[in-house]
């Protein structure tokens, strides 16, 4: 028998024999598999923590090198202000200043006003 056949839930065609049958109603294979194993609560965090994981893993990936200097220095000294970063990584100002705008813009540094000297940190 091979009668097209809605699926209750997704209105899909199905053919019989191929649908799968919950409480009185038939589902398509996916719609079934779904009724049949709902999402855990705890589940849409641990999904947005990993998405959120791999998001900064790619940020961090597609750095320049002179980015990726200057994201390690932070990284390893906490605040760091903006004259110890220009006279450490032999940078001009404009330079730093440059690279921390788009480091800034995708949310990697930030900065920070401490003791009227600019401090860059990790955002
Ligand atoms: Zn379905």
Known sequence: MKLPYPCAKCN???E???GYEYQGRLFCEDCYMDILS???TCDPW???SAQTFLKGK???STLTPLQ???VNYIKEKGEVPVEEIITNLN???EE???EFAALRHMEVLRATKKDGKILYLFF
């Open 96 to 98: 730093l200043r440059r």
């Open 38 to 40: 709902p999402p855990k």
């Open 46 to 48: 641990a999904v947005h």
């Open 91 to 93: 940078l001009t100002e």
């Open 16 to 18: 019989k024999q191929q």
């Open 58 to 60: 790619d940020k961090l």
């Open 68 to 70: 990726s200097r200057i």
């Open 12 to 14: 899909k065609e199905i």
